[in-house]
Nanobody, 117 residues
Framework: QVQLVESGGGLVQTGGSLRLSCAAS????????MAWFRQAPGKEREFVAA????????YYGDSVKGRFTISRDNGKNTMYLQMNSLKPEDTAVYYC??????????WGQGTQVTVSS
């Protein structure tokens, strides 16, 4: 089992940048594939990005390709999401998740990202 805690959210202007972090407890972080999801008010949860357990393979949702970068540091039990060229439509609560493949069993509590126009 793993516990996840997101941080790094906040208020930023259009075109700005933020870096989110997801800190994991336990010694098994490197055994999990990891991902970021987001959910805006009144909308369904949306896939943002994923990274495999070794950090070799990454995947992105179409809406963030070329602007966001997912990474992980297994030595620090932490995953990151570098978000550049932010847009108002990126406003959402961002969640990190851990699992295997496309099945994510563990979720963080979320961090709010607000992009002002």
């Amino acid at each position: 089992q793993v516990q996840l805690v997101e941080s790094g959210g906040g208020l930023v202007q259009t075109g700005g940048s933020l870096r989110l972090s997801c800190a994991a407890s336990g010694r098994t972080f490197s055994s999990y594939d990891m991902a970021w999801f987001r959910q805006a008010p009144g909308k369904e949860r949306e896939f943002v990005a994923a990274i495999n357990r070794r950090g070799v393979s990454t995947y992105y949702g179409d809406s963030v390709k070329g602007r966001f970068t997912i990474s992980r540091d297994n030595g620090k039990n932490t995953m990151y999401l570098q978000m550049n060229s932010l847009k108002p439509e990126d406003t959402a609560v961002y969640y990190c998740a851990a699992g295997a493949g496309d099945n994510y069993d563990f979720w963080g509590q979320g961090t709010q990202v607000t992009v002002s126009s």
